[in-house]
């Protein structure tokens, strides 16, 4: 199941809920004021490399690169 992020619009609270696909089109109450107007955020993931301007910037090296730790 995947971890969905939520903001409530009532209170400001921020929390995660972990959801079903058949169900990620629902906002949770918020879980602080049981208030029903939550809006799932925009979740940002890591990846391998740098945010920069908006885009990924990436160091162009992999993992069995010289020049790095040992």
Known sequence: MPLYEYQCQDCGTQF?????FSE???????PSCQGEHTRKK???FASHGAVSGGAVASSGS???????FS
């Open 42 to 44: 925009l979740s940002l």
């Open 24 to 30: 990620a089109d629902q906002n949770p109450p918020c």
């Open 62 to 68: 992999n993992c069995g690169s010289s020049g790095g």
């Open 16 to 20: 995660e809920k972990m959801l079903r």
